[in-house]
Every structure is written in structure tokens, then in C-alpha cells.
């Protein structure tokens, strides 16, 4: 079978759960299969190794760029077009059907970036309702690059980009899915949240540098960027809008959390600007 002429690149830290499953959805798809390692303390190198990946290590120095752009950068740069998979996605069957129409139709491809919804699995189930992801998962190296916005303080994110998009234009977004199919315990989305409420707490009160990030955002994420009341809009929006009701108790855990998560970053962030007089 011929393989699509992309390198997916996998950025990991302790994914030994996942990893294995991710790689072998890949490894015989594509033409090259890398999983970049931030110092991992249980078996996902050697696992990853062992379902074909080639392995390439990782240590971030505290400054631009960071762990996506130093990939774009650095690895496998023979390679215009390079597929981002966190260590708990898989693409869809119906998704390698569509690269292979794009890639393989002959007429060279227009786009710099391509826009991939994600299959969102929660506690245990597909949602297949309620708020979507898109990430701009697929990009063509030499017409796209991460933003740099001034958070290098910023508590939550460390070595991980933030919540925006690379920046590319033109971009287009594809039907089919990844599959985001986290096997860890749901309390380790939690424990994620929790840091990541940490980076948008510090921007509610960085205004300048929260701007920065707001135009690299989704159409959605730049109106919801502005949206007051945001837990209260986050729950109506996911469980109601976009019927998230119809996934059961999954949809309404999922539709909660999301809430929840909103309402951290309120909470913290009046905390921090209390702190500050």
C-alpha cells in the first residue's frame, strides 16, 4: 500500500497507556512515524520503539520555541507536511481515505494547513454530540509556524504551546476525524484542566498577551474568546445548543466539566488580581 508522504510527529511525556495503539494506527499509513519523548519515566519509548516509531528525544530549554515548533524545525525536515497526534489519538479510517483523495488526486495541494475535528471520548464513551474541538493538526511546515506570545511566565503550560493555533493561511478543515480516545483514568483530564486554568487565569489579567493569543484562535474560540459568563454560556452552548444531552450521562459529565473548567479560570484569576494589591 502507498504511503502518504506526511511524518506524523507524536509528542509525548509518560503516554505508556496509549501509545502503543496510537503508533500502530499510523505506522503503516504514513511514511514516517516519529515519537518525540519529553524525558518519559515509564515505558512509552520503549514501547513506541517496539510498534515502529522512530524515537527522538526531547528537553526543553524554557524559551521559544517550544516542543510543536522545534518539531516543525527539526525533525524530518526532508518533509513538507507534518501530522500532529497527541499519544491518545488515532485517525479514523474515514480520515486516511480522505488524506489519500488530497494527497494522491494528482493536483498538488493548495492549502498550508488542514483543520481535523476530533472524535471526543469521555469517561469511557464517543460523544457524539455537544461541543466540538477542531485542531489544526495537519501542516505544511514551510507555510505554517506556532505563534510566539509573550507567556513565557506563565504558570501551566511549561513546554506545551498553548491553547491557539499555528498560524497558516490558507487552511482548510476536513470532514473526517482523529480519534481522542484517552484510556488514563478521567481523573488525569482533571488534573490537565486544573494546569491549564492555571495559563488562562495569568491571561485574564495580561490583557496585551491575551489578545496576542485571541487571533489565533478558531471563529469559535475568538467569540467565545469574549463571551461573558462563561461557565454558564459553556454549559448552555455544549449541553443544550449542541445537544449534548443526547450522549447520555457522558454528555452531561463532559458538558459539567467543561463548566467547571471555565469557572477555575474565573475563580483563579480574581484570586491573582486580589493578589496583586
Known sequence: MRKLPIVVVIPTKNEAENITSTVRSVIHHFETVVVV??????????????AGAEIVPYTWNGKYPKKKQWCLDHVHRERDWVLFLDGDETPS????????RIFFDGRGVKPAAFDIPLGYWFGGRRLRHGYTIVKRALLDRTRARFPEPDDLDAPGMGEQEGHYQPLAH????????????????VGTWF?????YSDWEAWLELNPEVREQIRVAKTRQGQLFHRAPFKPLVSFAYAY????GFLDGRAGLDYALAMSFYRWQIGVKARELAESRF
Open 37 to 50: 519523548d519529553s524525558d518519559s519515566t515509564d515505558n512509552t519509548r520503549k514501547l513506541a520503539k517496539a
Open 93 to 100: 479510517p474515514e480520515l486516511l481515505a480522505e488524506l489519500r
Open 170 to 185: 490558507p487552511s482548510f478543515r476536513l470532514r473526517a476525524p482523529i480519534e481522542h480516545r484517552d484510556l488514563d483514568p
Open 191 to 195: 488534573d490537565r484542566h486544573n494546569r
Open 240 to 243: 443544550v445548543g449542541k445537544r
